[in-house]
């Protein structure tokens, strides 16, 4: 059974998804107090966490970045509805996927299992016939230990970034729109005014430097999606 922790205020909500949840399968434990959240999603291992921005004692914002600093577990953001900066903020700070308040189970269920989804097929792809390393310049993915490096030093990325990266090496050089990457990374098709995966993007541009050398090293295709550039000499 997957275990899941919920972590919101809202105690109404909270046993919502209990018994909603529970039915679909999932064991839910309920949290409402950001300080206690981040400490128990620390101390036990949980498959999902679903994690609220209005919280009290540690809003939801510092519960990510505390729980973020020693733990990958994918994490689905409750923000409220139309608070674009809410939910930038939360992806830019290791969220896998956000949803707006108020939302229906169903689709909190459907972000869930596209979750589990891309988390199988990734480990499935590992376990058969996917290369162990990618090496596309100054930068080595390790698919084995989930380990990227640049210039031999380690470089820590969330689950989403990981992914993602792994999609542009294997692809290096050529274009991929937006909604299949949206489809691969996140499990998910494309919704209107998602800006989700140019988020994540965003932020893997950061941690592995803008460029190399004078080459951009993932490019944006305006319009369509991205590249991930290959370094002259290599193809």
Known sequence: MTNILVIDDDIELCDLL???LGGEGFSITTINNGKQGADEALATEYALLVLDVML???????VLRKIRTKSAVPII?????????DRIV????GADDYLPKPFNPRELVARIRAIQRRTDSANQ???????SELCIGDITLNSTNRCVTR?????????????????????????????????????RQLQAYDRSIDVHV?????????????????????SVGYLYSLPQGQN
């Open 18 to 20: 209990s018994d909603y």
């Open 56 to 62: 009290p004692e540690m809003n939801g914002f510092d």
């Open 77 to 85: 953001m409750l923000t409220a509805r139309g608070d674009d900066i």
């Open 90 to 93: 939360g992806l830019e700070l």
């Open 125 to 131: 792809a590992t376990a058969a016939t996917k290369p």
């Open 151 to 187: 210039d031999d030093i380690k470089i820590t990325l969330t689950s989403v970034e990981f992914n993602l990266l792994e999609i542009f090496l294997s692809r290096a050089g050529t274009v991929i729109d937006r909604e299949e990457l949206v489809e691969l990374v996140l499990g």
């Open 202 to 222: 965003s932020a893997l541009r950061k941690k592995l430097g803008h460029y190399e050398g004078d080459i951009e090293r993932i490019r944006t295709i305006r």
